[in-house]
């Protein structure tokens, strides 16, 4: 069998290893950063949530009967989050449509590179390049620009090759040119201790998208904005005609703040332990638990060592594969003892 296909038909959850056709590898790939699929006691909250609400909740949010975990979740994720409002959608995805739909119409929209395609109105945007140069260029036309109206979208990280986006140089936008930011922290929210910081202003108003599905292990979306953008987000046939989230995982999130405080503080552990000890060369941001490795032969290399890490073609199917280790909060110091040798070829 092809080393790689044996990976893509799991019957079982992927964790800290992966086991297919009996055998277990040690797996440092994915998005489940907290380690949360298969934490018991996130577990057990959201079988309580099942008891009280149901397995799903199928109508739409402006029925004339509601379920009212929704909008205690969202009071939850905005004074979690430090936002004025939030809104909760079934998926990031949809939260990110939502948002560019409406936003829209608002100003001439200006794309950061490598946006996540949820952020696209239709096309692909064909803005390339580095970020901080962009960033200092769209400052700069939005100046000398005759328009008045502008939104600027953009991932709040670069998760592939790690790098945290700093947004300060939107400081000196003209305070006499009105501006929206459309930002999608799907792999910050709840991994990060600290929200993006977006110079503030009466002319500069921020958007917030997230997948719930990475760090806060929930298949849910969230917007987080002021209360004015998130009322009028309300009344978009996006987000009234679609189905809200399995109830069950909204209890979760409300209940799991402790959990979630717990497996950050093992995930920043952990992250920090391969850090100090990693020596060959990598990237990353400091805080992030992805590490890009340049060497173009780590994976094969890794998998005869029943290793498995973050590995794809980039940026086009026929580039060579893109290696990333990503650490999460259950991996073991043992886990990365074992990584950090067979990286190094200690063994």
């Known amino acids: 069998m092809n080393q790689r296909h044996q990976f893509t038909n799991l019957t079982v959850a992927a964790g800290r290893a992966i086991v297919a056709n009996g055998k277990s590898w040690l797996f440092f790939g994915g998005t ?109 036309y939005i100046n000398s620009s005759e328009k008045s109206n502008f939104v600027i979208i953009s991932n709040t990280i670069n998760n592939l090759v790690p790098e945290q986006y700093d947004f300060s140089v939107f400081k000196h936008i003209r305070e006499n040119r009105q501006v929206y930011f459309l930002l999608d922290h799907s792999h910050g929210i709840g991994v990060l201790p600290n929200m993006p910081r977006v110079p503030a202003g009466d002319h500069l108003r921020v958007c917030m998208v997230a997948s719930m599905a990475k760090g806060l292990g929930l298949d849910a979306g969230v917007l987080l904005s002021d209360k004015a953008t998130i009322e009028s987000l309300k009344q978009s046939p996006i987000f009234l005609g679609a189905s809200p989230p399995a109830p069950a995982a909204m209890y979760a999130f409300i209940h799991g703040n402790e959990i979630y405080q717990q497996q950050l503080a093992r995930l920043q552990e952990n992250t920090l332990f391969f850090r100090e000890n990693i020596r060959q060369a990598c990237r990353y941001t400091p805080g992030f638990p992805v590490f890009y490795f340049p060497e173009t032969g780590l994976y094969d290399r890794l998998l005869h060592k029943n290793i498995i890490i973050s590995a794809f073609p980039y940026p086009l199917p026929t580039s060579p594969l893109l290696n990333r280790v990503v650490i999460s909060s259950g991996h073991t110091q043992s886990d990365m003892e074992q990584l950090l040798a067979a990286i190094h070829g200690d063994n």
């Not at 006691?41 to 975990?69: D, K, P, W």
């Not at 449509?97 to 200006?110: C, M, N, S, T, Y």
Request: charged residues 15%.
């Open 32 to 140: 489940a950063y907290l380690s949360l699929t298969q934490h018991p006691a996130f577990m057990e909250l959201y079988l309580q949530g099942m008891r009280t609400h149901g397995v799903n909740y199928g109508t739409s949010r402006n029925n004339n009967v509601q379920c009212g975990i929704y909008e205690a979740a969202e009071q939850c994720a905005a004074a979690r989050f430090g936002a004025e409002s939030a809104l909760i959608t079934s998926s990031g995805f949809l939260a990110a449509r939502l948002a560019v739909e409406w936003l829209a119409h608002k100003g001439e929209l200006l794309y950061a590179p490598d946006c996540h395609p949820a952020l696209w109105l239709r096309e692909r945007p064909h803005t390339t390049g580095d970020f901080n140069e962009w960033a200092a260029r769209t400052v700069e």
